[in-house]
């Protein structure tokens, strides 16, 4: 038999952050917000609490007779928001979510090992994705192993793509990430603005990590498809790379040797394939019969 989930969940609500009757208290974010809860809860819900919790105090000989800390427990780099969501969890089963906090709510969930928050915060993205958060969210799922959210938002750029490229969000993701994302078919943009968004994406993240823009940006250009440009393009590709050396001399010239041989000789199949959104071009017919 079972009585009202609803009112059982509502109960304890009000005991979330309620200094009544609490006996561990922790100083959240560098607004040093005080938060109330109460150990046993936590304890029971969560096996990083029960550790947290039970660790025997510094200097103490006789751990069987020492008081469990009381705290406060100071945890400065997390968002107090972000830190009432996951208590708001362990207490009612349940999480209140926006846009702003999801991520973080979906690291801490990681972090404190509750899978089914996990799920939760995944499905909130899921359902609430944007152009200018899919990369941020894409960046995480890699980030914490989360599959289903990594096709989910590969899926969601594939849609939009040329809006994703102009996002602060495409200019942080890692290299790998991005790698990931280049190797795709179904890119909903031309390949010349796509080269574009990549030599952005490389003197962003050469100045954020101090390193030459040649060696950020190694395994991203690898995806580029530079055989898909027209000669033109390869002109004028190759003055802007004499500032930057961002596409190794060989790529291009394994480009320019497509176009004079008239088919992909020597080019990987996968970079003489047309997106969804490459514009087309004279030449992809020679191209053709090499992707297949």
């Keep these: 038999l079972q009585g009202d989930v609803a009112a059982f969940s509502a109960a304890l609500r ?14 959240v974010g560098r607004e040093q917000q005080k938060v109330f809860a109460h150990r046993c809860v936590l304890a029971c819900r969560c096996q990083v609490f029960r550790g947290m ?24 780099n997390v968002q107090p928001e972000v830190f009432l969501a996951v208590i708001e969890f362990l207490y009612t089963n349940s999480v209140t979510l926006n846009s702003h906090i999801a991520l973080e ?10 899978q089914d928050l996990c799920k939760l915060c995944v499905k909130f993205i899921k359902d609430t994705l944007s ?14 192993g989360q599959a289903d959210l990594q096709q989910h938002c590969l899926a969601f750029i594939e849609g939009c793509t040329a809006a994703v490229v102009r996002t602060q969000g495409f200019r942080e993701l890692s290299d790998v990430v991005l790698a990931r994302v280049l190797r ?12 574009q968004a990549v030599r952005e994406w490389a003197h962003v993240s050469s100045a954020v990590l101090e ?36 596409i ?41 019969p090499h992707a297949k």
């Design 105 to 114: 709510v979906l690291t801490s969930s990681v972090e404190y090992g509750l």
């Design 53 to 76: 919790l039970s660790q025997v105090p510094v200097g103490s000989q006789d751990s069987s007779s020492s008081v469990p800390p009381q705290g406060p427990f100071i945890l400065g």
């Design 211 to 246: 390193r030459p823009v040649p060696e950020v940006a190694a395994l991203p250009v690898r995806e580029l498809r530079l055989p898909l440009l027209a000669p033109s393009e390869l002109v004028t590709l190759e003055s802007y790379n004499q500032q930057d050396f961002l």
């Design 184 to 195: 795709s078919d179904h890119l909903a943009v031309d390949e010349l603005d796509l080269v």
């Design 248 to 288: 190794p001399v060989e790529n291009i010239a394994a480009a320019w040797r497509a176009h004079a041989l008239r088919k992909g000789s020597g080019v990987p199949s996968r970079l003489c394939r047309p997106r969804w959104g490459t514009r087309p071009r004279d030449h992809h017919r020679h191209l053709e």
């Design 131 to 144: 152009v200018e958060q899919v990369c941020e969210a894409l960046q995480a799922a890699v980030t914490y």
């Design 14 to 27: 009000t005991l979330v952050n309620n200094p009544q009757f609490s006996d561990v208290m922790f100083v």
